[in-house]
């Protein structure tokens, strides 16, 4: 069967599985994973869906995700598309209604207990923090496929350039590489303005202003302006701005010349307070960024890293680590790299160790060793859902463990941050070892490489060891290795977490 036969094939097993076309209201994708708007949660086949082959876990959270891996969904997500076009069409002439399959009766006790935890995890998704990390993560992802093939690209030219090989086409390639980065602002600009409500184009006008050479002639705050100051801080700033100052005119222009004032007065008004306001004070905000990141490493840097290691497996559980995506944007626009994203990077390492270990303790639980071996390739590759949602959070403490696995990797490449070997990536997305050729530092490629692989290293044997030793208890181990034992991870254990796995819904892990 050809690719392209194989991904349609997926895509026709997921969708009578989320209830038919019917039932979908939008349809997107990350960089993992397939997100579903869906009217009615219940008539999702959760069981059936995870034990597809392609997919690799679900997750719910404001929209129903299902995880399929890097590349996989970027070719899945058009066929499922077109599916669910194509079904629409062939019912257009019956009830909607008709058309989506009937949920099976319950008791009325039972659906009144579904619609209060259905109303208990939507609440607690919709927190003011929450609505806002997603806002923001909504307007970066969709930058991350770019920022990683421009990445590659600017380390293969240091490459060619350090190496002195082929002088004649390392230009092209430095253009190539940061062209996009040049005008990251006006992108930035255009999804904000998108995600708040606004004019797309009217964001990324106004966010154009930040990287125009021109604002070089102009001052404020008794300073000469530069192209770029304020970097993708400003560009969301002001695209927020133009945002709100397009639905005011909205609110007074009169229909008949809307078209003409209501663009004008938002590019016009917007552009000045970027000018003369904005551009300055995010300049100001984006440069602590980067001189407290530095200062932390270059003074606190084990420490740091020990930290910072060990809780972004809990920061993502909450849908925090969305916080961190401008932080790593303003870095790489800065610097060139982010000297945080290989730190992070270790918690995927000691999850992969923690797995390796759960795997050699239950020798009779095939359903998790299954899991294990199908996920820990993914793994390896920083794809951390499977292997979190899979085995360590249901189990509960070789989630903990995973986590001191993280804390010793991120120490160690703390450590060498400290005395002055810094470890940077010049692109955000992966981790693991697709973080390889995005790698960048400020001591020399092959001194990069062996660190950030030591810091691997670290993370997978204490990850490993931690896990064998402390992960579980006598009881656990009793009630998971019991002859005949079949168990899937997401099932109640004794001992073990209450979080469900597999099919189960959970919360956002994207970015491990």
């Known amino acids: 069967m050809s690719t392209d036969n194989k991904n349609r094939a997926t895509a026709a097993a997921i969708l009578p599985l989320v209830g038919g076309a019917a039932n979908i ?18 008539l999702v086949r959760d069981e059936e869906l995870a034990a597809l082959p392609d997919v690799m876990g679900v997750v719910e959270d404001e929209t129903y995700q299902i995880v399929l891996g890097p590349g996989k969904v970027a070719r899945v997500t058009p066929e499922f598309e077109q599916l669910v076009a194509a079904e629409r069409a062939a019912l257009s002439d019956r009830p909607v209604e008709s058309s989506a399959p009937q949920a ?31 806002r923001i993560a909504n307007i970066f992802v969709p930058l991350i496929p770019a920022l990683i093939g421009c990445g590659i690209i600017a380390g293969l030219n240091g490459l060619l350039t350090n190496l002195g090989w082929l002088p004649s086409v390392t230009p092209a390639l430095a253009a190539i590489a940061s062209g996009f980065m040049a005008l990251i602002a006006v992108f930035v600009g255009f999804n904000t303005a998108k995600e708040f409500g606004g004019t797309p184009i009217l964001g990324g006008a106004v966010a154009a202003i930040i990287v125009f050479p021109g604002v070089a002639d102009i001052e404020a705050f008794g300073q000469q302006l530069s192209p770029g100051q304020g970097g993708v801080l400003g560009a969301l700033g002001a695209a927020v701005l133009a945002t709100y100052v397009e639905r005011w005119c909205r609110k007074w222009v009169p229909e008949a010349v809307d078209v003409l004032v209501t663009p004008t007065l938002t590019v016009l008004l917007s552009g000045l307070v970027t000018i003369f306001g904005l551009m300055f004070v995010a300049g100001e905000v984006s440069t602590a960024i980067g001189t407290a990141a530095n200062w932390l ?18 920061l993502v559980m909450l849908g925090l680590h969305q916080a961190l995506i401008p932080i790593h944007t303003t870095l790489i626009e800065q610097q060139g790299y982010t000297v945080l994203l290989p730190i992070l990077a270790m918690a995927g390492a000691g999850q992969v160790g923690c797995a390796i270990a759960v795997f050699k303790r239950l020798k009779h639980n095939h359903s998790i060793r299954t899991t294990i071996r199908s996920a820990l390739p993914a793994g390896f590759l920083g794809v951390g859902e499977p292997l979190i949602y899979g085995v360590s959070l249901p189990l509960g403490r070789p989630f903990v463990t995973a986590c001191v696995g993280g804390a010793a990797g991120g120490a160690f490449v703390g450590f060498f941050s400290m005395i002055g070997d810094k470890v940077g990536s010049t692109a955000i997305g992966p981790s693991g070892w697709a973080l390889f050729p995005l790698l960048d530092g400020d001591k020399g490629l092959g001194a990069t490489i062996a660190i950030y692989a030591g810091g691997l290293v670290v993370g997978y044997v204490v990850g490993f060891f931690a896990t064998y030793f402390f992960g579980f208890s006598k009881q656990m181990l009793a009630d998971l290795n019991a002859t005949g034992q079949d168990t899937a991870a997401g099932e109640p254990r004794t001992g073990g977490a209450a979080e469900p796995s597999g099919g189960a819904p959970t919360k956002e892990p994207a970015g491990v």
């Open 25 to 42: 209201d939008s349809i997107a994708h990350c960089m993992t994973r397939l997100r579903l708007g869906l009217h009615d949660r219940r």
């Open 104 to 134: 099976a009766p319950t008791a009325d006790e039972l659906a009144a207990q579904g619609a209060e935890l259905k109303a208990a995890q939507k609440a607690r998704n919709q927190t003011p923090v929450k609505l806002f990390l997603r």
């Open 297 to 314: 490493l270059d003074n606190t840097g084990a420490f740091a890293g020990l930290v910072l290691g060990g809780l972004f497996l809990p």
